[in-house]
């Protein structure tokens, strides 16, 4: 109704956000509760271990987190261990705050034991500045994750460390 005041704090067209340059909130799957998967070493242990958990429960959002984890672990390892086939994992899994953890797990039973909507890899700090150390290692593990995780809309992130200086022992 044209006689109708504007109100300048409602937006024009309801269905529009009222500030489009605020980033949307993550997608939540179906059943609320994003699964997270992290194949490395002892960064991956302080990233996704330690408070992530805390972090999500805070928000009120359900999390399942898992952890493929070898100390030390290179990304030449993970591939070496993705092609034998080998449980050489510590498999660490927090579910409702608890977390667990099974011995001798493959990098294959990792990736299909959840439905996960992100899934990290992480290369060594000692081999994260060296780029002859991602080929041909990271192009393939990347391909073998999208290949056996059991959603097909998995996204794919690197936890990168930092880098040691030449100089370092």
Excluded at 21 to 43: K, M, Y
Excluded at 126 to 134: F, H
């Amino acid at each position: 109704n044209p006689e109708e005041p504007v109100n300048p704090e409602e937006p024009e067209n309801p269905e529009e956000p009222v500030n489009p340059e605020e980033p949307e909130n993550p997608e939540v799957p179906s059943d609320g509760i994003v699964r997270i998967l992290a194949i490395g070493n002892s960064f991956s242990q302080d990233a996704v271990e330690q408070y992530l958990y805390e972090l999500f429960d805070a928000a009120g959002q359900k999390v399942i987190i898992g952890n493929l984890y070898i100390g030390g672990c290179r990304l030449d390892t993970h591939y070496a261990n993705m092609q034998s086939g080998e449980g050489k994992y510590a498999y660490r899994k927090v579910v409702d705050g608890v977390k667990n953890e099974t011995s001798n797990v493959s990098l294959l039973a990792g990736l299909q034991d959840e439905r996960w909507d992100y899934v990290s890899l992480q290369q060594a700090s000692g081999s994260s500045g060296q780029y002859e150390t991602y080929s041909p290692y990271l192009p393939q593990l990347l391909a073998f994750v999208k290949s056996k995780v059991q959603n097909p809309d998995v996204k794919l992130m690197f936890h990168q460390t930092w880098a040691y200086a030449q100089s370092s022992n």
